[in-house]
C-alpha cells in the first residue's frame, strides 16, 4: 500500500495548470523596435563576473569571507544597479484575522485568511493572505508560500476564501469576480503530504503597470517633495518582495508553520520576484522559480531572448526595476552583475529553476548556464551545484541543492512539473530536514 506522502505525490499527475501562456508558433523577431536574437550562433562572446573575487580583486577562498565580505558586495551591487534599495522590516504592521481557523477540504486542512496592513490606511497597499495547514500534523509543518498573478480566489478552488479586488486592463481595482483569473493551484496534494501552503496577490502590495506608484507600497516610503524613487531605489519587483518578507514576519508568528522551512514559489515576473526576496531576505529556505528568464535566472551577458534593452524599453517594464538598471541597455558588458550572482546570493539554500525548452524569449539555456556558473559558491559552501555542464533534455530533472527542469513546451508552468516541485521539497524541507540557510 502507498503511503499517504506517495500517494499525494502521485495525485499531483492531476494537478489543474497553474500558469501557461501560449507561446507563438514563431517567436516575435523584434519588440518594442528592438530586434531579437534566438540564433546560438549569434549570442557573442562575454565574460561573467565572478562571485568568489572581491571588488577589489582578491579571491573568496572560505565561507567566513563569503558571508562577511563578498555577499555583502553583491547585494549592494543589485540593489545599486537592478533592483533598488528597499526598506527593511517595519513595526506598522497591523493584521485583521477575519478567518482565524476553519476547516477546508473535507477535514484534511485548517484555512486562514489575514489581511495584513502596511499602514494605518486601511484602503492603502496590504497583504490578503490566505493560509492552509495540514490539519492532521502534531507539528511544525514546512510551508510554500506562492505569490500570485490572481486573487486568492481564483487560485484555490475553495468556496470559504473570500474574494477581493484586483487591477484590470484599464488600471481600475475591480472585484476579482470581475477579472480574468490566472493559474489555478490544487493545495490539497501538497496539505496531504504534510506541507502548508500560503499565497497573496501581488497586485495588493503594488500595482504591475507604469504609474502604479501611486498606489502601491512604495508610495508609502517617499520623501516629502519625492514623487519617484531614486534611480536606485527600489522598482515594482523589489516592492513584491518585499511584500514576500512581510506576509513570513506573520507566518513565522504561526507555531503551527516551522519558520525555518518556508519555501517560496513564483513563475515568470514572479519568477524574479523570488529569487530577489531569497537573495535579501535569508529567513526564506528554498526557492522554485519558473521561467524567470531576463532580470532572473537567465543570463543577462548572452544576447538570446529578452535583454535589459526590451525589460526597460519605454512601454514595457522599466518600473519594475531600478532606474539605473536602464543605463546597462545598450552596455551589458558593464552591468557589474549578472545572473550567476543573483543566484550565488541564495546558496546554501536550494534552489529549483524550472523552465520550457520552447520558451526562447526567456531562454531556458541561459538559466542553466548562469546556475552552473553559480556552482562553485554553492561547493564553497559545502552544497551540491548541478554537477554538470551538459544543458539536459526536457523532462531530464536535477533534483541537487541546485536544482533545474525544463518541461517540453513553453513559459510557465505545466500540471507535470509539480511532481518535481514536490521532489525538491520533500528532498530538502521534507521530514527530518533542517533549515538550509544563513540566519
Keep these: 500500500m502507498l503511503s499517504p ?22 517567436p516575435p523577431k523584434e519588440v518594442a523596435g528592438i530586434a531579437v536574437n534566438y540564433d546560438e550562433s549569434k549570442v557573442g562572446d562575454y565574460t561573467l563576473p565572478d562571485p568568489l573575487r572581491l571588488n577589489n580583486g582578491q579571491p573568496v577562498r572560505d565561507a567566513k569571507t563569503w558571508y562577511a565580505k563578498r555577499r555583502p558586495e553583491i547585494l549592494h551591487l543589485f540593489e545599486e544597479n537592478q533592483f533598488g534599495r528597499s526598506p527593511g522590516a517595519t513595526t506598522n504592521l497591523t493584521y485583521d484575522n477575519f478567518d482565524s481557523g ?64 484586483v487591477w484590470n486592463k484599464e488600471h481600475k ?57 531614486a534611480a536606485d531605489e527600489w522598482g515594482a519587483i523589489a516592492a513584491w518582495g518585499w511584500g514576500l518578507s512581510r506576509a513570513l514576519d506573520y507566518l513565522e508568528e504561526d507555531p503551527r508553520i516551522d519558520r525555518n522551512r518556508v519555501a517560496l514559489y513564483g513563475a515568470s515576473r514572479l519568477g524574479k520576484t523570488v529569487l530577489w526576496a531569497a537573495a535579501r531576505d535569508t529567513r526564506f529556505a528554498a526557492v522554485i522559480a519558473c521561467c524567470s528568464g531576463e532580470g532572473g535566472a537567465a543570463l543577462s551577458r548572452r544576447n538570446y531572448g529578452e535583454t535589459i534593452a526590451h525589460l526597460t524599453a519605454p512601454g514595457r517594464y522599466p518600473y519594475q526595476f531600478a532606474a539605473n538598471y536602464a543605463n546597462f541597455a545598450q552596455h551589458v558588458d558593464q552591468l557589474p552583475v549578472d545572473a ?65 527542469y525544463m518541461h517540453a513546451g513553453g513559459h510557465g508552468t505545466l500540471p507535470a512539473d509539480w511532481t518535481q516541485f514536490l521532489k525538491f521539497l520533500e528532498m530538502h524541507l521534507g521530514d527530518g530536514k533542517g533549515a538550509i540557510n544563513s540566519r
Design 340 to 404: 550567476n550572482m543573483l543566484i550565488a546570493l541564495i546558496a546554501p539554500r536550494p534552489l529549483l529553476l524550472q523552465t520550457g525548452d520552447t520558451d526562447y524569449w526567456a531562454d531556458p539555456k541561459g538559466e542553466f548556464l548562469a546556475e552552473e556558473a553559480a556552482g562553485p559558491v554553492y561547493a564553497l559552501l559545502g552544497k551540491q551545484g548541478l554537477e554538470t555542464k551538459q544543458w539536459p533534455a526536457a523532462g531530464t530533472p536535477i533534483l541537487h541543492t541546485l536544482g533545474y
Design 173 to 229: 481595482k475591480v472585484p476579482a469576480n470581475q477579472a480574468t483569473a490566472i493559474g489555478k493551484i490544487d493545495v490539497l496534494p501538497l496539505i496531504q503530504a504534510g506541507f502548508a501552503f500560503a499565497t497573496f496577490y501581488y497586485g495588493d502590495v503594488e500595482p504591475d503597470f507604469e504609474g502604479g506608484l501611486r498606489n502601491g507600497v512604495r508610495a508609502l516610503y517617499l520623501k516629502p517633495g519625492q514623487t519617484q524613487p
Design 5 to 26: 506522502r506517495r500517494t499525494a505525490f502521485l495525485a499531483l499527475l492531476s494537478l489543474p495548470l497553474l500558469l501557461f501562456t501560449q507561446t507563438p508558433s514563431a
Design 102 to 165: 476553519s476547516m477546508a477540504f473535507d477535514g484534511a486542512a485548517l484555512r486562514k485568511q489575514t489581511i495584513i496592513y502596511f499602514s494605518h490606511d486601511k484602503a492603502g497597499p496590504k497583504i490578503n493572505l490566505l493560509v492552509y495547514l495540514p490539519a492532521k500534523e502534531q507539528k511544525p509543518a514546512p510551508m510554500l508560500l506562492s505569490i500570485s498573478f490572481s486573487d486568492n480566489a481564483a487560485i484555490v478552488n475553495d468556496p470559504g476564501v473570500h474574494f477581493g479586488d
